[in-house]
């Protein structure tokens, strides 16, 4: 049967978001409480009463998403659902429920299946979502996990990645680059482990690079944050691919543009001596990373002084015409293009 | 790290309803939203305006759901996602959004992918509801489908497996076992196809079975039969894995017991004789075949009348008090115990 079908287009050649467009550009919208559906960080589903209901699903793939060399099974227990509540936080709202659908050898022990949960419920208890439901299947490949994240907003709150408009400033939350800065500090100590095993691994000092990579915290204290300035963001979206990814999602969601400037970019001391002791650009990091599970969204100029001086967030940037260009701005006033790697999985 | 948490327990010793208790146990449910959590077909989001949401999810694995020797790919996409609404008519709700997460190895064709989406989108259309969200990514080993499904129901509509009570009728909708004799067929003309692939496989006459094997229909109909005549189920469940499997998780949901009548299960003729064919007993296919995706459910015998003699439905026995033991009752009046062997991935 496959050969019918088989034209040699193969994944790779498209990416991720090139393959859900081809999958997925048919797709009607039949019932009237489905308001948004693919192409943000949740679908949208309205309710009569004024607030709306936001869904979402993620799935983390062993040896795609993890590796169980070096993540310990209750860190990824509690960052699957980070990962998926991070989503709803991006809406502007609060997640409540998760289902969470496992696959597994049957030869996995189920002490670290244990373990596994034990991060998923303090995750639960972090966040106050309850976990729901879900599925548990056996899997011939490593371990599979996938969740789904049913949260809640008012009308009002819900921050589309559509909403940008020109001259709107650009916010980033926290820091950006750690998470991918520890992931290569693990795989550096992890091929000196495989190479002579007793060698110890060397991570004393990358801690804070080390727990971005492997428990990330989704911002939930930003929604709270924006609660108490009395504050909507125009437009939101979290950064899980790249920080350069995501401005370019908001752009082409909202028809607009943005102008970045790189010496705005909030990068830890450690992350640049870090990224030097690798031999490696900080600003890719920066831009290219991903995984740093941070709040990227835009504001109208008239909420700049509740961001101007503020610690938790940088202002990078603004949003320009569409006419222009994405734009990477250095102190030097020189520009280039923003180009987005994202993570190809495929 | 695993070394730590192995203590010899595995998966296998426990099954997939037990891991499924020692993991989740001791979740606690922190949102009032949370009405329902984990064990029914579906979690019970409540809302304010009389409406519940109902939200389950699925992952279906190849080589374990399905094989795709001789299941197509348009087919498979379908019964993914009918797997999952059947999980919502199981609640007496409706199905209105699904998120279709996709774990696929980076070599596989994208025209394939687009079968299996073709058959996503025609259930979609075939139950009304919208493909909203979702996740694709990297999978190293075979295909990997999980989805979510968000349904709608009147509180006073929803039906939880725990509402049965002593002398409730029992009462399936369709025919059981003939989606398992279904598979038999094709795994056998999969063996005599192996042996020697010159030999075309012989799948005429088998149509009906095969038909619910590789594409089932969740009953939708039968949620808009309840609706006209008036009747609410006291408890419910859809038929996924065997008939006595769902019987047992009623009694215990409901806290009562069940005797069933061997004589009146409902099973096709064809079924009976491709079961003599095939030297099984068309008892234990109904019984324990599983993925008949029928609707399994209780009506107070006030409702006697509306099932008596209707076409769709089978009264198969009734609620007894839990004092007793669920039975298997033969034309003979001699009675079993009723065994639920289900369906055992691990």
């Excluded at 056996?138 to 049913?150: M, T």
């Excluded at 939350?173 to 800065?181: A, E, K």
Aim: aromatic letters at 8%; a negative charge; proline letters at 3%.
């Amino acid at each position: 049967m496959m050969s019918d079908n088989n034209k040699n287009v193969e994944i790779e050649t498209l990416g991720e978001f090139g393959l859900i467009d081809e999958l997925t550009s048919d797709t009607v919208l039949r019932n009237v409480s489905s308001h948004v559906g693919i192409g943000d960080d949740c679908a949208v589903i309205s309710e009569n009463d004024g607030e709306d209901k936001l869904l979402s699903s993620d799935m983390l793939v062993e040896g795609v998403h993890f590796n169980l060399s070096y993540m310990p099974l209750k860190s990824l227990g509690f960052k699957a659902v980070s990962v998926n509540v991070s989503d709803v936080y991006a809406m502007n709202g609060l997640p409540e429920q998760i289902t969470v659908s496992l696959g597994v050898s049957s030869k996995f022990p189920v002490e670290a299946l244990k373990e596994l949960y034990a991060g998923i419920h303090a995750a639960c208890e972090y966040y106050s979502v309850d976990l729901v439901g879900g599925d548990t299947t056996s899997s011939f490949s490593g371990l599979i996990l996938s969740i789904s994240v049913l949260g809640t907003a008012s009308k009002s709150d819900v921050s589309l990645r559509s909403g940008a408009k020109e001259n709107d400033l650009l916010i980033v939350s926290g820091d950006v680059g750690s998470s991918y800065l520890g992931l290569q500090i693990l795989e550096r100590e992890k091929g000196v482990f495989n190479s002579n095993p007793n060698i110890q691994p060397k991570l004393d000092g990358y801690d804070e690079l080390i727990k971005k990579q492997l428990q990330p915290i989704a911002r939930m204290d930003v929604i709270s944050m924006f609660r108490e300035m009395s504050f909507t963001p125009t437009s939101m979206i979290d950064v899980s691919d790249g920080l350069a990814s995501e401005i370019m999602h908001l752009a082409k969601s909202s028809g607009c543009s943005f102008s970045v400037y790189s010496d705005k970019l909030p990068i830890l001391e450690k992350s640049i001596l870090t990224a030097q002791e690798l031999g490696i650009d900080p600003y890719v990091c920066a831009l290219n990373g991903g995984e740093d599970y941070e709040l990227l969204f835009t504001a109208d100029q008239k909420d700049f002084e509740k961001f101007k001086n503020n610690p938790n967030f940088s202002i990078i940037g603004f949003a320009t015409d569409k006419s222009n260009a994405n734009l990477l701005i250095d102190k030097n006033d020189s520009a280039v293009t923003l180009n987005a790697q994202g993570w190809r999985h495929f």
